[in-house]
Structures are given as C-alpha cells and as structure tokens.
C-alpha cells in the first residue's frame, strides 16, 4: 500500500474570532471581489477580438474621419469574461433564489426559451429581409397571436410594443383615435389611486387630464364614485385587474357596463394577467384594450430592467386603429402590412421594425410548453402559493385587505407600528435571510405597503422556508432588535447606499482623476 | 409540467392551511359565469417536442449567416463574439430585476455605469441614459424633450431620416402639442437635402432632426446645420442607426448635437427579425434633468466603499406620475449589457479596426457593382452603406437574387412607397461580407439584369 | 415682517419685495432634499400657480406661488447646494424673491403664532 504522506489539517481550526477583524491585501474578501470599472483597467490601446488586416486605402468619408480619442478602453478576452463575471456574482436573480417582488412576476426564466430565441432561423433574420425568406417568423408572429387571442377572449392583438408603458401608450392612442373618428373630443381619463404610475403617466402623453377615483375599505375600485365621475369628457377608464392590492375587482362587469354605457372605454393594465391565464378572460369581463407583459405572464427574462415586451389586445370597438406593422394572410401565404393606406385609420408605427421577436419565440416557447392545462395549472399554482403565505403570515404581519387574494398578497407596516422599524429596514433584513425584498410603498393607498408575489415556481418547502425567516424577522423587530434592521443588509456585497448623495451631485460617468 | 414544482399532495396541504376546500375557492371574486372558460389550445408539450415545433418554424427562414448578406437600413449583422453571449446568459444578469436593490445589484448598476460612459464617449457627449426601447423611439423622445427644453413646438425631421424613425416620431407626437415637419428625402442630391433643411430652420423650431449617415448611406457634416439650428435657439438632434461608424466618423458631439439618439443594435445584439434592440440617448449635462429613462449613479454605501444606484428618478412615471418627462418603465438592460460586453472587448482600437473593415468592404461592393452596365452608385461620401440606382424595379431584382441565395439589400421602396425611389437599392456591407460574397452579388445582379 | 401660507411657505416682506422659501416644518417632512428647481428673472405670476419644484430622493413636491408678483431674483446658491434648504430653511435656503403686484394678498397669510398653531393641528 502506498501512502499519501502529505497529510494535512481538514478541520478548522479556532481563530479567536479575528476571522474578519483585517484588511486583505488585495482589498478582496475571499469570494467578495473588489471590481474596478473597466475604465481603472488602464487598457486604451489594446483590443480583445481579432480584426481582419485590410491595409491602407483612400477613406471616402468627405474628411470627416474621427481624428480625437474615443475613450473606450478594450480589454483581453479572458479579462472581460472575468469583469463581467465578477460583477454578475454582485446580482440577485432568480435563478439563485426567491424572488418575491410583488407586481413585477419574478418566475422561472425557462432555458428552452433561451434556446429556441437563438435558433438562427429566429435569431440571426433581419427585418427587412425579403419576405418570401421570413414565412416562418411571421408564422410565429401568427402562432403567439392566435394563443393570446384565446387566452384572453379578444378578436385583435397588437404585437409591436416594446414594453408595458408602450404597451399602455397603444391602447390609449386606440381609444383616442377611435374617439376622434367618431368626432367625440374627450378630456378626462380615470385611474384608480392605486394604478401603477406609467398610467397616468401615458394618459398625459396622450394629452389626457388624469382624474382620480377612490378605492373602497375593501380595497377594490368604488363603482359608486366611479359613476359619480363618468359623463361624456370621461374618454377611458385603466383599471390594473387584478389590482394592484392583489384583488380581483369583483365588479368588473358592472364597471365595464358603467363605462360603456358613458360612451367611454375600458382600459385595463394586464401587468397581473398571470393570475388568471386560463381562469378569465378579460374579453369576456368587457375589456376594451389591455396589454400583456411577456417579461411578467410569460416568462420572458427580466434582464436586469429590460427589453420587456408589451403586446395589446384590442375588443372589436379598438381593433381597426392597430399600429403597423401586423402580419396579413395572403394566396401567397403570410405578408406584412407595413404602411397605412389613406383609408387604414391605424394610429400608426410604434416601433422601428416590428417588435421584439426575440420576447415573442421565448413566450410562444412557454406557452407550448405548459399548454391551456399547464397554463391555468400555473395560475391557480401561483394564486394558491401566495394565499398560503398569506394565511401562514396574517397573524404575524397586518394584511390589508382581508382574503383571499389572488397571485400577491399585500401587507402594510401596522405590525410595525412602535418597534422602530420601517418597512425600509424590514425589506433590506430580508436581504440577509438570502432573499430578494418584497415590493415596498407600492401601492400607495396602504402605509409602508409590502406586497409579496411569491409565483407558480416555488415548492412547498421553499415558501414554508420563506414564512419561517419572515416570521423570524417580525419576532426579531418586535422584540426590540432595531439594529438587525437599521443596518441591514449586513451579508450583501455592499451596505446600504446613499441615494440622496446620489442625487445632489450626479455622476452619471467615469471621469479620470484630474 | 416541468416548470410547476407544487405536487398534488402540497396543493391539498396548502388548501387546508387557508381553509378552503378547492382552489375555486380562492378565485370567488371571479364572476361565476366567467371562470374557468373553455379555451381551445394545444395541452402541454414535452421540452423536445417544442423544440422541434419551433425549430421547424426556424427553418423556413433564411437565415442571414447561410447566405451573402448585404440587408442594412437601420439594423446591421455584425459579428458578435461568442463572450458577449455568454456573460448575457449568466442568470445572475439574465433572472435579475431593474436593480432597485442597489446592494444585491451592483453587477447590473456598474454595467450600465460603464455603458453610459461608454455611449458618451462613442457619441462625443457629456451624459447618456441606460437605454430606451429602440433607435426610433429615443429619437421621438429627443423630439420632445427638444420641447420641453425650448419651450418651441416645431420640429423638422430631415428627409434622410430613416422613414421608419420619422413614422415613429409622428406617431409618439399626435396627440401632444408638437407640430412635426417632415422634409423630402433626395437620396441622389444629400447636399440640396441639407441645404434645404437648413433654410427651413426658424424661430420658432425647436429641433431638427439629422441622421448620419442617411439612411441612403451618405455622411455629412452637420455642423452647418448646428450653427444655424443654434442661432435660433433651437436644438440640433443627431440620430445615428449604424453605431458602428462612430469609430471613423466624426461625433455628432463634435459637429455640435445637442442631443444624440441612436440604435446600439449593431454592437453586441443580433438581427432578431427587429427586436429586441436597443435604444441610445445621450445629451448635455445641462439637459440632464429634462432626460427621459433610467440613469445610474454613482454614490457610496454606508461602509464608504463606492458603489451605484439609480438616480434623478423624480423625472420618471413611477415618481411623477403624469408629470413625468416620459411614460417608459424599462429600459433594454440585458441589449445594454451586452453592448457594454462587446465594446469592453472592442475598446477604441478594436472599433475603429472593425470600422475600417466595415468601409474597405463598402467600398468593394461600390466598385464591384459600378462596373455594372445600367447601375449607378449615389454615394461619394459613405460609411458601409450605400444607395445603387438599378435599370429596373428594386424589389423585383430582390426577389429574383432571393431565389438565387442572395439577399441583396432593402428596395427603398419598402421604406417609401409611392416616392418614385423604385428603382433604389440600399445595400450594406459589413465586415462579416466575405470577397466571395461580393462576387456573388455581381454576377447575380448581373445576371438577373440581363 | 414674516407670513406664512397654508402650503408651507414663508414669505417674508421688505418694502414692496418678499423672499420666499419653504419652511422648517416643509423641509422636515420632504427629508433629504436633491434639487430645488427655480423660476427665471423676470418671471411673473398669480397667486396659487406653479413656480417651483423641489425634489427629494423619493419625491417631487410643486411649490405654489403665496402671493402674486414678478421674480427679481432667485438664490442660485441652492443649485450647487439644495442642502441648505434643509440645513437653512429660512435663511440661506431661501428660494427666490418677488416684487409684490398685490400687496393685499399679505393679510390672507398666517402669521407666526397661526401658522405654529396651523402645523400643531396637522
């Protein structure tokens, strides 16, 4: 037998408690690395990708050539793989764990959808390509369009929209252009004080007055008051259903026959459509116009703040001013409408091209995947989990609205009240506990909200794991514990930050010392 | 279903946890008459049977690498190293959120620290945003804040203008109080063109809007049109579609924009049949708070090391509601991260090397296709895009040479239709355009005339 | 001689200018403020219009003219230093000054005792 005769310690051994009492050499801390910007690597004249020699020749430029310094340094391959890797460990994601943030529908980003997005029959097409050598993206195009039709009982979708506001800003442009074309000048839009803030926000884009309507002690939209506002200035009404207290507006039926018997139309924000994918269909509720996030619903990345993908659909009373461009059925196959005839009362382009066709395959990619069974499976999933963490929470923390709730529950800061911890404090001790904090004052008509989306992708024993560290936290916070809070995060790459140095002096670059 | 980890058994324990008997319990709010409705779709599918439905669906289109590519007109195919995907992949960047978290998401926050310094520099501006949806929608974007900060409501787009980007400023300025002007395009005379939008600027403008290089491919110095366009107080927007030429051009920032707009599709982002891409905006420091979009910040933590947040966020919806200076939410992060990956690769050197491949092979095709008998070329000044007049109808001839493999460019006609551009060919050339390929298009072009 | 308005204004009168600012209870309740945006020179308005904003991190609060008049200067310290509104509100932070169209409008102003009283019952 030969024998290793290197032995060597493999217990730890007693540090008397200095463990973290020193400065590192490097300024690391173990797998804490300190990053530089690439703009500190001091690498201006260098390159990391191999460029093809062409040699000298005559620009025909008309003398404009770039004759000052750029700027941009470049970096060897294997360094930026580091940089930026270095810098993604700083991330929380949710492939690294939950990701409760309510409104914002942080589910599992399939990889499939990654996979089919990269095909090169999808990936690598431009789009202005003849169109005999695209069929199969516009029947795509067609596919994910016929899907969202069904599952949200509307006759028209607009794909093009880059994002939810745009998304927001397609409906209500439908909704003016169809006032106008019926000689009908409006004035007013109504939005609930809970409305996400991008409404109001596109409604003066369209050079609308926003009004607001109350909410109800139950949390949903006061019909009563509604009425009370509806006469014929009022042009639309955005209503978030399910709200953005979780809710489902139990009268949406009465405040869409509301609307439209004002001659008004009915707007809804489809941010939390997810709930109910396969269990309602807005058509069928009245709906006039919605849009769907694909980054939330149907599982397109979030990407760290983007590209989202905001897809419209539209009741028959909408469906004519549709922006270009919108994918056409031929003889020949399918074609491209991509200019407005002097008869097309479409309301015009949205976007340069047509849309995110990347968001559009990885959605397709995950409604197939889950078909109308799984589809409504994650729904009533993603409902059940977060009435779980409500029953298994309401005795600790104060709900707002009493139950049930639908894909997120909504908690206020009233357990709070006299522990010295804010909702603030709270959110960022979640931070130590591995988890990425709740959605905090949103939505603004309850104090200190926390409104936690748990989502479908969670199992039983990570939401029970959830409860029991936020229950730990509450008995923490009323057992007098302020510290655990104010300082919080303790564990994350870095402390708290200060937004409001930030703000009074920006620097919004890198600039060299002097 | 593989995504769902719930089982039956779990579903049943968390029931009797909230104290109800079925999961339509919990869905009671829904009017009865509306649940659960009968939805007529395919039922789930196994991961390798979606493969193969969508991969069929892929190969019905021509792809751009499979064949001589010369498409261009405001989205390029450039090479993007195999790095660039690969760190968008991490799902540390990929499963992250907009980084309102600062301390969990420093990775996304110095990213978009580096690419906003990175679309400064390229732009030759003071300050850029982290990013707006697309080329054309920053640019409807610049239009109004052109507003906001002159307080004047007319802008003039200049014929040259990709249509599109012009279409899309109309759309954005409908219904708010801009009154938009739109000039002629004059793909065989850019100097008249210029001229004519220089004589149009007055008193009252409160932007022009200038792309460069053109969508027919010309470059031009603009800084005429900032003098003038300064000496009546009005803003000179400078839209750029192919980023790329900012390694051999001069910077809009040098020929005097005010506020630059661009799409940054072309470094680190595929074709993607359109989207998703991504939106550049960059303008001066002292327009900074009249900017539309995110802007990242930076600041320190509590322990005083540096560190980055999103900042001036009393501009946006989420704060200032309908007085927001825009409705946009996201930005186009993960296109922006791997913008900011593809120049660390490039940095200054690698771009302006990709840059001169870009006009060597621009300058091949020209001359390939002059020798042509019947094609004319309207470009004297050019990045590696230009404009051929062809003895017959465009669109025709692109269709013909798509039988034959060869994806030829965009008929000027698909951009402007009815504009008696028929006979116009818009063709780029990239640096992943090889010799053969070239020679493909000149004998197929040939062919196809004869 | 100092005035106070319901929306937390101080106005204080010399002649026929006043200087204007938002007072210690106002700059308490916007926390940290960033930015403090100022009317132009020359500037004029009525009683009750918008003629500022002024930013914290998390919000942005319009300022409501107290009383009507032309501005005749504006404090450009606070550009380089919204700070001192916080640290000064009644002094250095003042935001800018006006000449007054309406003198009468004075006397629908609080004065100090009211406004203390006004706040208490807030």
Partial sequence: MSMNTQGRPTAAVETDGQSTAFESFSGHRGLRLA??????????????????????????????????????????????????????????????????????????????????????????????????????????????????????????????????AHGELCGVMAIRAALEARGDAREVILCPESAHGTNPATAAFCGYKVKSIPAKDNGRVDIEAL??????????????????????????????????????????????????????????????????????????????????????????????????????????????????????????????????????????SYMM??????????????????????????????????????????????????????????????????YHPMTMYFPLVVHGAMLIEPTESESKNNLDQFIRSMRGLVEEAKSGNVARFSGAPYFAPMGRLDETQAARKPVLKYEAAE | MRYLPLTGDDRSEMLKKIGVSSIDDLFKDVPAADLNPEIDLPRHMSEMAVERALSKMAARNTAAGSVPFFVGAGAYKHHVPATVDHIIQRGEFLTAYTPYQPEIAQGTLQAIFEFQTQVAALTGMDVANASMYDGSTACGEAVLMARRVTRKKKAILCGSL???????????????EDVVVTQQAQPANPQAELDALIDAIDDETSCVVVQNP???????????????????????????????????????????????????????????????????????????????????????????????????????????????????????????????????????????????????????????????????????????????????????????????DILAGVPASRLYPGAGMDDLLIIAATETVLEDDIAALATGLKEVLS | ?????????????????????????????????????????????????????????????????????????????????????????????????VKLSDAGELDDLMGEDAYKSFIEGL
């Avoid at chain 2, 990709?162 to 708010?176: D, I, K, L």
Wanted: net charge negative.
């Fill in chain 1, 227 to 364: 009425k009370q506002s509806l006469d014929d200035t009022v042009a639309a009404v955005m209503v978030t259903n399910p709200n953005t207290c979780g809710l489902f507006e139990d009268e949406v039926r009465e405040i869409a026959d509301a609307v439209h018997a004002a001659g008004a139309f009915f707007y809804c924000d489809g941010a939390n459509f997810n709930a109910i994918v396969g269990k309602a269909r807005p058509g069928d509720l009245g709906v006039d116009a919605m849009h769907l996030n694909l980054h939330k619903t149907f599982s397109t990345p979030h990407g760290g703040g983007g590209p989202g993908s905001g897809p419209v659909v539209f009741s028959d009373a909408l469906k004519d001013y549709v922006p270009l461009p919108y994918v056409v059925k031929t003889a020949d196959g399918l074609t491209l409408k991509e200019h407005a005839d002097d008869k097309d009362p479409s309301m015009g382009r949205l976007v340069a091209f047509h849309g995110q066709m990347g968001m559009y395959v990885r959605a397709l």
């Fill in chain 2, 214 to 404: 053109g969508v027919f491919g010309h470059v031009l110095d603009l800084t005429p049109v900032a003098e003038k366009a300064h000496a009546h107080k009005a803003l000179l927007i400078v839209a750029v579609t192919e980023v790329m030429s900012l390694g051999m051009i001069k910077s809009p920032g040098e020929m005097g924009a005010d506020i630059v707009v661009g799409e940054g599709q072309s470094i680190g982002n595929g074709l993607m049949f359109g989207g998703p891409y991504l939106g550049l905006f960059a303008t001066n420091q002292k327009y900074v708070r009249q900017m539309p979009g995110r802007l990242c910040g930076e600041t320190v933590d509590s322990n005083g090391d540096r560190g980055f947040v999103l900042t001036l966020s009393t501009r946006e919806q989420h704060i200032r509601r309908e007085k927001a200076t825009s409705n946009i939410c996201t930005n186009s992060g993960l296109c922006a991260l791997a913008f900011t990956v593809h120049m660390s690769l490039l940095g200054e050197k690698g771009l302006r090397q990709v840059a001169r491949v870009n006009h060597k092979r621009a300058q091949d095709v020209k001359l390939a296709l002059s020798a042509i008998s019947g094609v004319e070329v309207l470009n004297s000044a050019y990045f590696n895009e230009i404009t051929v007049r062809l003895p017959g109808n465009a669109a025709d001839i692109v269709e013909k040479l798509a039988d034959k």
């Fill in chain 3, 1 to 97: 001689m100092i005035k106070y308005s319901e929306d937390h204004e101080w106005v204080s009168v010399d002649g026929d200018t006043a200087t204007i600012g938002i007072t210690d209870y106002a700059q308490n309740a916007l926390g940290d403020i960033v930015f403090v945006e100022l009317p132009e020179v020359g500037a004029t308005f009525a009683k009750g219009d918008e003629v500022s904003v002024v930013e914290s991190v998390k919000a942005a609060s319009e300022v409501y003219a107290a009383v009507s008049g032309e501005v005749t200067e504006i404090n450009e310290a606070l550009e380089g230093e919204p700070a001192l509104v916080n640290s000064a509100p009644t002094t250095d932070g003042w935001f800018f000054k």
């Fill in chain 1, 35 to 164: 990053e530089p910007l690439i703009f500190e690597m001091d690498r201006e004249d260098t390159t990391g990708v191999d460029v093809e020699e062409v040699g000298d020749f005559d620009l025909e430029i008309a003398g404009l050539g770039r004759d000052s310094k750029i700027g941009c340094p470049g970096l060897p391959e294997p360094d930026v793989v580091r940089h930026y890797t270095r810098l993604s460990r700083k991330n929380y994601g949710i492939d690294m764990g939950p990701f409760p943030l309510g409104s914002c529908t942080m589910k599992h980003n399939p990889r499939l959808n990654e996979k089919m997005a990269r095909l090169p029959g999808f990936g690598d097409i431009h789009p202005l390509q003849p169109i005999s050598t695209v069929q199969g993206a516009l029947e795509l195009m067609e596919t994910l369009s016929h899907w969202i039709l069904e599952l949200t009982g509307t006759p028209a979708v607009a794909l093009s929209p880059k994002a939810g």
């Fill in chain 2, 162 to 176: 990709h249509a599109h980007y012009a279409r899309v400023v109309e759309t954005m300025t409908q219904y708010t």
């Fill in chain 1, 369 to 434: 995947s889950h078909g109308s069974d799984g589809l409504k499976q994650a729904s009533e999933d993603a409902v059940l989990s977060a009435n779980y963490i409500l029953a298994s929470l309401q005795d600790v923390m104060t709900a707002s609205y009493e139950g049930p709730c639908m894909h997120e529950a909504l908690f206020d800061d009233r357990f709070l009240k006299d522990t010295g911890v804010t909702t603030l404090d709270f959110a960022k001790a979640m931070i130590d506990e591995g």
